[in-house]
């Protein structure tokens, strides 16, 4: 039977039993049973954990994650991403009623004290055992800190998280040890610097500066100090005190700390009555995270960094050493993000297409030379609400985009146009061009010959009857003549084209390789992404030098160290000429053609447009020497077929490439080029084709082409019988034996 002290009281050794018995079940700090040589205590609770000499001294402090902020190319804040919204001052910068109320309130002998409060703890044993609970914890500030940067460095994995908060003897002493640690390295100032960093505060709200701005808008060095007891009160339980939600509890736990400010020496009796006499006054600033928070429309931009950022080996070996550096924060990532051009995007998909429309538009700029994102929007803003979507229409599956792009239709042809004549087909040069026409009974691949076997047979047309050939390539291209494409992929093969489209970066929005058929490298039945088109039309504005596209300028750390970004690779895809060449007939494209309703004021352009199959998707890719730009419309789903249709409040009985996509970007283009050099193209001469029965013509116009047999007249470096047109030196004449188009061994 146990003895009792006089008086009927426990013995020491009984009252240290019932605690360790009690606090082992609360997860009350036992920071004294983990002392060395702590006596009977010391070894009741070796037997519960490792010996404390065997636990690591050395207690790993990670940085601590804070806010992201993402910067356009001036420096204007695009958004502020986090993991956790922090963002970490020094002590100076924390208002001294807050160092005051935070320590007054849970350690009051924090500067009296080392790593424990052996007072505090005997306190807490007594009162513990009076109640048969948990009245009163004894963790000091430092053991606090040290059990939050267990937590920090848990992150948002649950199982970590629950093994960093779990209440057991063996963790509070290995939180004892690395106290003791912090507090001999660090000193008093700077643990409370980090406790005040570092503590969670509610409503998102990590660290003592982000709190003072989620509730008081201001700063923390700014706090009054009825707000500084406020914040100080939430520490202990911030879903219980919040302030936003429950002014009472929030007032009532206010209080206590004034009155506890008071009872400690910090402030007057008549201060604390004063203070706890006014009312709690808040000035909420809501959480503002996440790319949806982006200016301009940016907020698909905004993701796509993100996307970069996890994915870009630059940034980390692993996808867990880029998520975990992102998760972190504290960045400052400056992006290729033009303001002016990201304006003009925004403002020209506003005025030409509504969220609530059937279909949506995506717009992508580019600059030329350098790769860099300029602008980056759509119709349906970023978002989970009703007409809004997180997918980014302008990129690719694995970048955030949608699953396989979309058909790009005739906007495609100017990439076979230059893989031709690459491989030495004139510009001038001529086809019949059928109004319709089955496709050819075989076309030569990189491998085994296509061969149109189906039944019944793969058949195309044009668009109108009227557009019936024969046709040389100018007229074609800005007529857009489908016939005449089909004729001369047949006539090259398709393995310059796939060659061509590699070097352009031209890939599926899937990211696979295009498939090697006839619709898909001429008529652009496959799916692309807006990026994609917009960077390989920047080739040719670029005279044939392709530039993957970037969105990254810079990043610095919270410390203001610069990591090292992706940069822009840049290649000849094709010779000048060729590039040349190919400005010289889209430009035809914009000032007679089918993109008329595109065309810039004093300034060169040049682009194409493009219309699939049953209308469900058109498009506009055209550029200017310094910007290149790419608009889709259409239904992301492909469900919509655009006939009878209403687009920005126009009704359109049929939608072309010229007539929706085409204005968008004008608007777009001539808003980001505004007060920009206007610098002209390279261009060649291309002739009109000579009357039917011109001699030089074979006097056979209407066979529709001009016979490749030149009699070595077209030998690479030679000049061809038509003014204007230069044969690229190492391509192909055609009278080697070579496929035509492709390159001679």
Same mark, same amino acid.
């Given at each position: 039977?146990?003895?009792?002290?006089?008086?009927?009281?426990?013995?020491?050794?009984?009252?240290?039993?019932?605690?360790?018995?009690?606090?082992?079940?609360?997860?009350?700090?036992?920071?004294?049973?983990? %002392?060395?040589?702590?006596?009977?205590?010391?070894?009741?609770?070796?037997?519960?954990?490792?010996?404390?000499?065997?636990?690591?001294?050395?207690?790993?402090?990670?940085?601590?994650?804070?806010?992201?902020?993402?910067?356009?190319?001036?420096?204007?804040?695009?958004?502020?991403?986090?993991?956790?919204?922090?963002?970490?001052?020094?002590?100076?910068?924390?208002?001294?009623?807050?160092?005051?109320?935070?320590?007054?309130?849970?350690?009051?002998?924090?500067?009296?004290?080392?790593?424990?409060?052996?007072?505090?703890?005997?306190?807490?044993?007594?009162?513990?055992?009076?109640?048969?609970?948990?009245?009163?914890?004894?963790?000091?500030?430092?053991?606090?800190?040290?059990?939050?940067?267990?937590?920090?460095?848990?992150?948002?994995?649950?199982?970590?998280?629950?093994?960093?908060?779990?209440?057991?003897? &063996?963790?509070?002493? /290995?939180?004892? +040890?690395?106290?003791?640690?912090?507090?001999?390295?660090?000193?008093?100032?700077?643990?409370?610097?980090?406790?005040?960093?570092?503590?969670?505060?509610?409503? $998102?709200?990590?660290?003592?500066?982000?709190?003072?701005?989620?509730?008081?808008?201001?700063?923390?060095?700014?706090?009054?100090?009825?707000?500084?007891?406020?914040?100080?009160?939430?520490? /202990?339980?911030?879903?219980?005190?919040?302030?936003?939600?429950?002014?009472?509890?929030?007032?009532?736990?206010?209080?206590?700390?004034?009155?506890?400010?008071?009872?400690?020496?910090?402030?007057?009796?008549?201060?604390?009555?004063?203070?706890?006499?006014?009312?709690?006054?808040?000035?909420?600033?809501?959480?503002?995270?996440?790319?949806?928070?982006?200016?301009?429309?940016?907020?698909?931009?905004?993701?796509?960094?993100?996307?970069?950022?996890?994915?870009?080996?630059?940034?980390?070996?692993? +996808?867990?050493? #880029?998520?975990?550096?992102?998760?972190?924060?504290?960045?400052?990532?400056?992006?290729? %993000?033009?303001?002016?051009?990201?304006?003009?995007?925004?403002?020209?998909?506003?005025? @030409?297409?509504?969220?609530?429309?059937?279909?949506?538009?995506?717009?992508?700029?580019?600059?030329?030379?350098?790769?860099?994102?300029?602008?980056?929007?759509?119709?349906?803003?970023?978002?989970?609400?009703?007409?809004?979507?997180?997918?980014?229409?302008?990129?690719?599956?694995?970048?955030? &985009?949608?699953?396989?792009?979309?058909?790009?239709?005739?906007?495609? +042809?100017?990439?076979?146009?230059?893989?031709?004549?690459?491989?030495?087909?004139?510009?001038?040069?001529?086809?019949?061009?059928?109004?319709?026409?089955?496709?050819?009974?075989?076309?030569?691949?990189?491998?085994?010959?296509?061969?149109?076997?189906?039944?019944?047979?793969? @058949?195309?047309?044009?668009?109108?009857?009227?557009?019936?050939?024969?046709?040389?390539?100018?007229?074609?291209?800005?007529?857009?003549?489908?016939?005449?494409?089909?004729?001369?992929?047949?006539?090259?093969?398709?393995?310059?084209?796939? @060659?061509?489209?590699?070097?352009?970066?031209?890939?599926?929005?899937?990211?696979?390789?295009?498939?090697?058929?006839?619709?898909?490298?001429?008529?652009?039945?496959?799916?692309?992404?807006?990026?994609?088109?917009?960077?390989?039309?920047?080739?040719?504005?670029?005279?044939?030098?392709?530039?993957?596209?970037?969105?990254?300028?810079?990043? +610095?750390?919270?410390?203001?160290?610069?990591?090292?970004?992706?940069?822009?690779?840049?290649? /000849?895809?094709?010779?000048?000429?060729?590039?040349?060449?190919?400005?010289?007939?889209? #430009?035809?494209?914009?000032?007679?053609?089918?993109?008329?309703?595109?065309?810039?004021?004093?300034?060169?352009?040049?682009?194409?447009?493009?219309?699939?199959?049953?209308?469900?998707?058109?498009?506009?890719?055209?550029?200017?020497?310094?910007?290149?730009?790419?608009?889709?419309?259409?239904?992301?789903? /492909?469900?919509?077929?655009?006939? $009878?249709?209403?687009?920005?409040?126009?009704?359109?009985?049929?939608?072309?490439?010229?007539?929706?996509?085409?204005?968008?970007?004008?608007?777009?283009?001539?808003?980001?080029?505004?007060?920009?050099?206007?610098?002209?193209?390279?261009?060649?001469?291309?002739?009109?084709?000579?009357?039917?029965?011109?001699?030089?013509?074979?006097?056979?116009?209407?066979?529709?082409? @001009?016979?490749?047999?030149?009699?070595?007249?077209?030998?690479?470096?030679?000049?061809?019988?038509?003014?204007?047109?230069?044969?690229?030196?190492?391509?192909?004449?055609?009278?080697?034996?070579?496929?035509?188009?492709?390159?001679?061994?």
């Amino acid at each position: 039977m146990p003895k009792n002290r006089s008086g009927g009281g426990l013995t020491a050794t009984q009252q240290a039993a019932k605690f360790l018995g009690v606090a082992a079940l609360s997860g009350v700090v036992l920071a004294g049973i983990a %002392l060395p040589a702590a006596g009977a205590l010391g070894l009741a609770a070796k037997g519960t954990v490792e010996g404390f000499d065997e636990i690591p001294a050395n207690l790993k402090t990670p940085p601590l994650s804070q806010r992201t902020t993402i910067l356009d190319s001036k420096g204007g804040a695009i958004a502020t991403v986090y993991s956790r919204d922090r963002t970490v001052v020094p002590l100076k910068d924390i208002s001294p009623y807050m160092q005051k109320a935070i320590v007054a309130i849970e350690d009051a002998r924090f500067y009296k004290h080392g790593a424990v409060d052996l007072k505090g703890i005997l306190r807490a044993m007594n009162r513990n055992v009076q109640s048969g609970g948990t009245a009163q914890g004894a963790s000091t500030l430092t053991q606090q800190y040290v059990k939050n940067v267990f937590v920090e460095e848990a992150g948002d994995d649950p199982d970590k998280v629950a093994q960093a908060t779990q209440q057991t003897i &063996g963790r509070k002493v /290995q939180e004892l +040890k690395y106290a003791i640690q912090v507090e001999e390295e660090l000193g008093k100032k700077k643990i409370l610097e980090n406790y005040l960093n570092i503590t969670f505060f509610g409503q $998102q709200a990590y660290g003592i500066e982000a709190a003072s701005h989620r509730y008081f808008s201001k700063s923390a060095k700014d706090l009054k100090l009825e707000e500084a007891a406020l914040l100080a009160g939430l520490v /202990q339980s911030p879903s219980r005190y919040d302030p936003v939600n429950d002014t009472e509890e929030a007032t009532k736990r206010r209080n206590t700390v004034l009155q506890r400010m008071a009872d400690v020496g910090d402030i007057s009796q008549a201060t604390a009555k004063k203070a706890q006499s006014t009312p709690i006054k808040l000035n909420v600033s809501k959480p503002k995270n996440g790319c949806i928070t982006a200016v301009s429309g940016a907020g698909f931009f905004c993701d796509y960094v993100r996307q970069v950022f996890l994915t870009d080996p630059a940034f980390g070996r692993t +996808k867990e050493d #880029r998520a975990k550096i992102w998760n972190r924060g504290g960045l400052t990532v400056r992006t290729t %993000l033009d303001p002016q051009a990201q304006q003009g995007v925004q403002d020209s998909i506003k005025s @030409h297409v509504y969220k609530t429309d059937k279909v949506a538009t995506a717009v992508t700029l580019v600059q030329p030379g350098t790769g860099k994102i300029m602008g980056m929007g759509q119709s349906k803003p970023y978002g989970l609400g009703q007409n809004e979507t997180q997918y980014n229409y302008s990129v690719n599956k694995d970048m955030g &985009g949608s699953n396989f792009g979309f058909p790009t239709g005739s906007t495609f +042809k100017p990439f076979l146009a230059a893989a031709a004549i690459e491989g030495g087909t004139p510009a001038t040069q001529m086809y019949s061009a059928p109004y319709e026409m089955d496709y050819p009974d075989t076309v030569q691949t990189c491998g085994k010959p296509w061969v149109n076997n189906s039944v019944p047979r793969y @058949h195309l047309e044009n668009e109108s009857e009227s557009e019936e050939g024969p046709y040389a390539l100018k007229d074609a291209m800005a007529m857009s003549v489908n016939t005449y494409f089909v004729q001369m992929l047949q006539d090259i093969g398709m393995c310059p084209v796939s @060659h061509m489209t590699d070097k352009l970066g031209v890939v599926q929005g899937d990211g696979t390789k295009l498939p090697q058929n006839p619709s898909a490298l001429t008529l652009g039945s496959n799916g692309l992404s807006p990026l994609t088109m917009a960077s390989a039309y920047a080739a040719f504005a670029n005279r044939g030098t392709y530039c993957t596209p970037i969105a990254i300028e810079s990043v +610095k750390t919270a410390g203001g160290d610069s990591l090292p970004v992706p940069k822009s690779s840049c290649t /000849q895809a094709m010779s000048e000429t060729t590039a040349d060449t190919i400005n010289t007939l889209l #430009r035809g494209v914009v000032d007679s053609g089918t993109g008329r309703e595109a065309g810039l004021q004093n300034r060169d352009n040049a682009g194409k447009t493009g219309t699939t199959d049953a209308r469900k998707n058109a498009w506009f890719v055209g550029y200017t020497p310094n910007m290149s730009g790419a608009v889709w419309v259409g239904s992301p789903s /492909q469900s919509v077929e655009m006939e $009878q249709i209403t687009i920005g409040g126009v009704y359109r009985a049929q939608v072309y490439g010229g007539e929706v996509p085409g204005p968008i970007w004008r608007d777009a283009m001539t808003n980001a080029l505004d007060g920009r050099p206007a610098p002209p193209f390279t261009t060649v001469d291309i002739p009109d084709p000579p009357d039917e029965e011109d001699e030089d013509w074979g006097g056979d116009r209407r066979r529709g082409r @001009h016979d490749n047999r030149d009699d070595g007249k077209n030998k690479p470096g030679n000049t061809s019988p038509f003014p204007g047109i230069t044969i690229t030196p190492g391509a192909t004449g055609g009278n080697d034996g070579t496929p035509r188009g492709q390159i001679a061994p």
